[in-house]
């Protein structure tokens, strides 16, 4: 998934995680900063070789076509709820050409508009699978599966039902990496209702985590916080045993998988467990090298030509 976000990753400065683009009493939050993303080692590699591998001429075409380059439209995304199913509204900050993105949604035959406070929602798809957006502004989308949710998410971007603050201890898991590009929280108490496994539940109340970089290193790190001390134990040995066992016989077999097993460390602190990783980025791309090379960003521009009938 972060190889794929990356593809959409631009230039600027960097889209950081804005309280003002959080819905007031979230339950979870997750930010992605297309623009760190450009700009770290790994991402603007993989764009690099994702860009190759497309060609300038078609980049170009399926820009004219869908009104946006997705090398470099995309700035920042912000997606939260509340807990309850299907609540999940995303804030897209981006610099497409919001005139010719809503031509090309027009193509698709469920489409339909609605009108709140002088913004257009845009819906397609077919009937209980639709989807709804609205350009509030030149450089802000709402993307939500409902057009009542659409309508708060134009609400909230004009400033109205944002959270007073992030949720949980997300700030301070963020300065973990001097440059990060994707961060989460989730309340998993809050979220009972929605997560299937009650195991999670019964062990784990909040969960967070960062991406990002620090220098000439990739940065991650995850923090759960257990329903108590003893539960808390219990999964920093389950963890610990999880990643012995993975290392066992790569030495031979794979020795670039063992290197990167070895760099994840595990700590716990009363009831949170915290799992770090940190590692040179040119040594994370020596080991993932031929996953790259075999790397396909297949955009089948083919499937819309100009020339052929706009219902195509």
Not at 230 to 239: I, W
Request: glycine content about 8%.
């Amino acid at each position: 998934m972060m190889m794929g976000l990356a593809l959409l990753s631009p230039p600027g400065q960097a889209a950081k995680l804005d309280k003002a683009n959080v819905a007031k009493d979230s339950k979870f939050v997750m930010h992605l900063d297309f623009d760190a993303i450009r700009t770290s080692k790994l991402g603007s590699t993989v764009i690099k070789q994702a860009r190759e591998e497309e060609g300038e001429e078609r980049i170009e075409a399926m820009m004219e076509i869908i009104g946006f380059d997705p090398f470099t439209a995309l700035k920042g995304m912000t997606m939260s709820g509340n807990g309850e199913e299907e609540n999940g509204l995303i804030v897209l900050k981006h610099a497409a050409d919001t005139k010719k993105v809503v031509s090309f949604i027009k193509l698709d035959e469920e489409y339909r508009p609605t009108e709140y406070k002088e913004r257009t929602i845009h819906s397609v798809g077919q009937a209980g699978e639709r989807g709804y957006i609205s350009f509030v502004n030149k450089s802000t989308a709402v993307i939500a599966p409902s057009r009542e949710l659409a309508r708060d998410g134009i609400n909230l971007v004009n400033g109205k039902g944002t959270a007073k603050k992030l949720p949980g201890p997300i700030g301070e898991i963020s300065k973990k990496a001097k440059a990060p590009f994707m961060m989460g929280y989730a309340d998993l108490d809050g979220l009972e209702d929605v997560i299937e496994d009650p195991t999670v539940n019964d062990m784990a109340r909040e969960a967070m985590m960062i991406v990002g970089e620090s220098g000439d290193d990739l940065v991650m790190s995850v923090q759960v916080v257990a329903q108590s001390v003893e539960t808390a134990e219990h999964m920093q040995n389950m963890v610990n045993g999880l990643i012995v066992f993975a290392a066992l016989g790569q030495e031979d077999n794979n020795p670039e998988l063992k290197d990167l097993l070895k760099a994840l460390k595990v700590s716990r602190k009363e009831s949170t467990i915290t799992v770090d990783f940190k590692m040179a980025v040119e040594k994370i791309l020596e080991a993932v090298d031929p996953a790259l090379e075999d790397l396909d960003v297949d955009f089948d521009i083919d499937l819309i030509d100009k020339d052929k009938d706009k219902s195509k």
